[in-house]
């Protein structure tokens, strides 16, 4: 597996897994998927789109990277994790965070914090520990699943500086 930039030609596998981790709705905050025009678009407004290819040149998962925040607070990055559904539990998840970690750094931020982490996402709740993020805390129902259930969010850094 190799992780690099997007490209264009990555575009249609890319935001068919965004679109499916939108469409299950148990994770991403947003409710409408990607067009090939506004997928362009978001993916093209991030710092950084890595994708995950496999041997076969397919596109297995995406991170973005972006500052959480703006001016006082832009040293602090976000990113968003999405692997293809039938590639779940191969490793791929981890490769994309210890990658964007590398790619923060280098992009020059300081932290990474991530706002959100549905608690019922137990792979997620395991592996940013493991990798050495610190839990922040909770906040009950923060999370409106499709369901219509409301879940709780969890919070965490990490310091790039160390």
């Known amino acids: 597996m190799v992780i690099r930039a997007l490209q264009e030609r990555d575009l249609p596998e ?3 897994i965004w ?3 939108v469409e299950d709705g148990v994770a991403f905050p947003q409710t409408e998927p ?3 025009e506004t997928g362009r678009d978001f993916f093209a407004a991030q710092d950084f789109t890595g994708v995950a290819v496999d041997e ?3 596109v297995t998962g995406l991170y973005i990277l972006h500052p959480n925040n703006i001016g006082r607070c832009g040293h602090i990055g ?3 994790y999405a692997v293809r559904a039938d590639r779940r539990g191969e490793g791929i998840g981890e490769a994309l965070v210890r990658h964007s970690l590398r790619q923060a750094k280098e992009f020059g931020f300081r932290l990474m914090q991530f706002n959100a982490v549905v608690k019922s996402n137990s792979p997620a709740l395991a592996l ?3 990798l050495g993020f610190v839990k922040l805390g909770e906040i009950p129902g ?3 699943r499709k369901d219509g259930v409301y879940d709780d969010i969890v ?3 990490y310091d790039l500086t160390q």
Do not use: C, D, M, Q
Request: proline share 4%.
């Open 34 to 36: 990607l067009t090939e």
């Open 155 to 157: 919070l965490f850094y």
């Open 19 to 21: 679109n499916r981790v």
């Open 56 to 58: 076969t040149g397919e």
């Open 142 to 144: 923060g999370f409106l």
């Open 128 to 130: 940013y520990p493991k």
């Open 14 to 16: 890319a935001i068919a």
């Open 78 to 80: 976000n990113a968003s």
